[in-house]
């Protein structure tokens, strides 16, 4: 074999190519959009740099008006306008003209399934339904219960009183042009006709009424459980048309080269929904959508979509880097520190439990609808309420999707049911009513669908996953905490599969939704290699500084180990580390639910744990975490290269959230959507010149992002479209190589990709007589300008940087 070095990056800009036609995705970048840090005009700034990297495409955050102050644009007030803070129509015009100059193109982030109505002044169409009632033009758009047994005498309950003293409150707001009825900073617009009396009679005549958010009242459907947020009617076509206006005339002026779409899940009917929007953007458009499946759960080939955004795809590339050894040592340690194991057995139970107080709780006004759909769609109104409630509460516990109306989910609906009856027979009558109503395919069998999926979401996303703590770094959306990992050989054939079935879906690592980022996430993956000493680690700060509850204390040293500074440095000295790691304290235990929440937030727990979370920073344990820290970090920036690189050259159009082309400790939002510093990630790219260390800079992970973008761009029918051979390795230590090639379909492979699992132990083994057999010709690591041949040790390969992209 051969060496030869030849490592200085490319940065040239591709020749000039306009059209969509002409620009393939072949990578997407993800930029959080908002008026005060990033906007149209600023994209076009970083346009140059994206193209640099190698990126194709940018992907947007939704670009439609939202609510004032809105940081993530999700909360819709006007679905018929580009926001003007973002730079208006002819901002997402000039920076549609920008990157199509460059070559690139746009990808847009659509909000089909709700718009926010938290201030009703901001949406004109709340505020006309408001006013007008169901005589609104507007009232159709929204899923609103206008009923007389409702439980608000056939008003719209809008939830907004925060105590019982409230209404006392409210008063006339004669200000402007209109009088209004105001409660504290919202205005609620009077029903002409009924404004001339005191407020408290003015509100009791009209088409709404204000009631506490603790009365389980609210007879619209929400998204999920959020109030702020009322779901519309997409399967309307007047609706449909005046929500998809802008994105007819993006795709009639080519502005945009695909769509992403926000929760299809709540929507009535997914598939119609998706045929439409397919019909709308056409053929060639790249469609996908954020469907969260199950462990296992496959998508349904039968929808008109290209693929997910990737959530999926995110649990292979971590999970085949955790290592199977350390599952009993972390499983017994949570045992001891947290009073449960966080095993299999307890997720299940959790789960389960945990579901049924969501829906007895938070959802209980989508309940109230479901039981009611039920009845009247069994015609059953006389059935006993109390019973068919538990039966229905029962198998939406059990139910182990989103929702189980999709095509290849036949039969599961029907298998939980034959479970929950085994379980119980005292539900056999009150399950008969809930399957004469789900066949007969009406209101309840959607409502059915859209609760389970909103009980799937609070149950499992946003209570379990902040209540488990053997390994956070499962506890991902998308992900399950209840399998320690995937094998090689599983990873392929999710791969494989992924390459043959869904060519052109989103793969990503971190988006504005996930809990830890890629880098924290990896990091905190390598406490699976170093168990035991984790284990003793945990044991003795408990016993030195002890937390207020074991399983607060286990879950938040696990994601403090995940974000501290590895080069050295207190993390007293961080700027903004300390108050980064407060906020994410009070979010995790208010989600967790256990000791406070959201609704009724427990002072006292909250402040020990804020007291014992400076003692751990100012503290002898704060030094010793920064010690293990520093001491694994290695490892930590080996898996982070790991699952980087076998994302941007794995089947599907890999996408790079914004910022993670270097090293990024980002926890769960808002922490995830921080300002990003573009200008020294561009001037990193450009200072680049040779192999770089795999140092606290992160250097080298822009090194490979670069690399492996650049690769795409060289040789694209390799990637998007084509061939995936598993690659395995021959010796002692054939286990710690994931490989896999890559090629033109019915072709010779072209692109090998190595990279290095379990490095923790090869410290002590080393790669010894491990080696790989290529292909015949010449290959060329792209990271370090080597050339390879015929049967190669992997401990040379390796010996600069821990993964490898060979190319003939």
Not at 508 to 514: A, K, M, V
Request: proline content about 6%.
């Amino acid at each position: 074999m051969t060496a030869r070095d030849s490592t200085e990056p490319r940065t040239d800009p591709l020749p000039l190519r306009r059209g969509r036609r002409d620009t393939p995705i072949r990578s997407t970048y993800r930029l959080q959009l908002r008026p005060d840090m990033l906007t149209f005009a600023d994209a076009t700034t970083i346009a140059e740099y994206l193209q640099q990297l190698g990126i194709s495409h940018l992907y947007l955050s939704p670009v439609l008006t939202a609510a004032r102050g809105s940081t993530h644009g999700y909360d819709v007030i006007d679905p018929g306008t580009v926001a003007p803070g973002l730079g208006g129509p002819t901002g997402l015009k000039a920076l549609s003209d920008q990157v199509r100059n460059r070559g690139m193109g746009l990808i847009i982030d659509l909000v089909p399934n709700h718009v926010a109505v938290a201030d009703p002044q901001q949406n004109p169409w709340w505020w006309d339904v408001l006013r007008h009632g169901k005589d609104s033009a507007f009232s159709r758009y929204f899923d609103i219960d206008w009923s007389k047994s409702n439980g608000a005498g056939g008003r719209l309950a809008l939830p907004v009183l925060r105590n019982e003293n409230d209404p006392a409150a409210l008063t006339v707001d004669r200000t402007g042009a209109e009088p209004m009825l105001a409660l504290r900073e919202l205005r609620f617009p009077i029903a002409p006709g009924t404004e001339g009396d005191n407020a408290l009679r003015i509100h009791d005549k009209q088409h709404y009424r204000l009631v506490s958010w603790k009365s389980g009242l609210c007879t619209y459907r929400r998204f999920f459980a959020i109030s702020d947020l009322a779901a519309i009617r997409q399967e309307d076509p007047e609706v449909f048309e005046v929500t998809h206006r802008e994105l007819a005339a993006w795709c009639e002026h080519d502005l945009i080269d695909g769509v992403r779409v926000d929760h299809p899940d709540g929507l009535t009917c997914p598939a119609d929904y998706l045929t439409r929007l397919r019909q709308l953007i056409g053929p060639k458009r790249l469609l996908v959508v954020e469907k969260i499946l199950a462990d296992r759960e496959p998508l349904d080939a039968t929808l008109p979509i290209d693929g997910t955004t990737g959530y999926e795809a995110l649990a292979d590339y971590g999970n085949v880097l955790i290592d199977p050894e350390g599952e009993q040592t972390l499983t017994d340690l949570s045992r001891r520190i947290a009073g449960h194991g966080s095993d299999r057995a307890w997720i299940g139970e959790t789960e389960h439990r945990i579901k049924r107080a969501v829906a007895e709780s938070i959802l209980a006004p989508e309940l109230r609808r479901l039981v009611a759909a039920i009845k009247q769609d069994a015609r059953a109104e006389s059935f006993d309420t109390l019973a068919l409630t538990n039966a229905t509460i029962e198998v939406l516990a059990f139910m182990p999707v989103y929702r189980g109306d999709y095509t290849p989910l036949a039969g599961m609906t029907a298998g939980v049911i034959a479970e929950v009856e085994k379980r119980n027979s005292e539900l056999t009558a009150p399950l008969a009513v809930l399957v004469t109503a789900l066949a007969a395919d009406a209101a309840a069998a959607v409502r059915f669908a859209q609760v389970c999926g909103a009980v799937t979401a609070k149950a499992v996303e946003d209570t379990m996953f902040y209540r488990a703590a053997r390994l956070v770094s499962l506890q991902e959306v998308g992900g399950n905490p209840a399998r320690f990992g995937h094998s090689v050989n599983e990873f392929h054939l999710a791969n494989s599969e992924r390459a043959q079935r869904w060519p052109a879906t989103l793969t990503t690592l971190s988006t504005h939704d996930t809990k830890r980022g890629e880098d924290v996430r990896a990091r905190i993956g390598v406490l699976s290699q170093a168990a035991s000493t984790w284990a003793k680690h945990v044991e003795t700060w408990q016993e030195s500084t002890p937390g207020p509850d074991g399983a607060t204390t286990l879950f938040l040293l696990q994601n403090m180990f995940g974000v501290w500074p590895a080069d050295g440095r207190p993390a007293a000295s961080v700027p903004g580390l300390r108050d980064r790691l407060h906020l994410f304290a009070e979010k995790a235990i208010r989600e967790a639910g256990t000791k406070s929440s959201w609704e009724e937030p427990g002072a006292e727990f909250e402040s020990a744990v804020h007291a014992w979370l400076d003692a751990v920073i100012d503290g002898p344990v704060g030094s010793e975490l920064g010690d293990l820290v520093h001491e694994l970090a290695p490892h930590a920036w080996s898996d982070s290269l790991a699952q980087k690189l076998l994302q941007l050259c794995g089947p599907g159009i890999p996408d790079i959230y914004q910022g993670c082309e270097l090293w990024e400790d980002s926890l769960v939002d808002p922490d995830n959507r921080r300002p990003v510093d573009f200008a020294t990630r561009a001037g990193q790219l450009q200072s680049l010149t040779g192999t770089p260390a795999l140092d606290t800079t992160g250097a080298a992970k822009m090194w490979v992002v670069a690399y492996a973008l650049w690769l795409r761009r060289e040789r694209p029918e390799c990637f998007v479209g084509g061939s995936y051979l598993p690659v395995f390795a021959e010796g002692t230590q054939a286990d710690r190589l994931v490989s896999y090639a890559r090629g033109r379909v019915g072709e010779q492979a072209e692109v090998i990709v190595a990279v290095t699992r379990h490095s923790v132990g090869l410290a002590e083994t080393e790669w010894g007589d491990t080696t790989i057999e290529l292909p015949d010709g010449e290959w060329t690591d792209r990271l370090t300008g080597r050339s390879w041949r015929g049967r190669i040790r992997l401990a040379a390969l390796f010996d600069r940087l821990p993964v490898a992209l060979l190319v003939r």
